[in-house]
Nanobody, 125 residues
């Protein structure tokens, strides 16, 4: 069992920055992939950034490449998402998620076994 809890959301102006945190408890070693997803009103949940290989490898969706950075601490108990140069289209509820051992596709929500409650990010002027 893995439990996740996000924090750090808020409202910022375009071009601003936020750092999201995700506290990981329980069996933190059960999941090889940890991923940040987001969901805007009326849209499907989409994968944003993932980290794996014990934190040595990261991958981003094209829309956030170069602006967002995913990281985790050495013991895997904290996951972060540093978001820079935020745009109005980044407005969404952000979730951290722990992948099933049988993960087949990193951006497929059904391949994740644990989710946090979400934290809201709003970017507007």
């Amino acid at each position: 069992q893995v439990q996740l809890r996000e924090s750090g959301g808020g409202s910022v102006q375009p071009g601003g920055s936020l750092t999201l945190s995700c506290e990981v408890s329980g069996n933190v070693y059960i999941s090889r992939y940890m991923t940040w997803f987001r969901q805007a009103p009326g849209k499907e949940r989409e994968g944003v950034a993932t980290i794996y290989n014990h934190g040595t490898t990261t991958y981003y969706t094209d829309s956030v490449e170069g602006r967002f950075t995913i990281s985790q601490d050495e013991d895997g108990k904290m996951l972060y998402l540093q978001m820079n140069d935020l745009k109005p289209e980044d407005t969404a509820t952000y979730y951290c998620a722990a992948a099933r051992p049988s993960l087949r596709h990193v951006w497929t929500p059904a391949d994740y076994m644990a989710w946090g409650q979400g934290t809201q990010v709003t970017v507007n002027s």
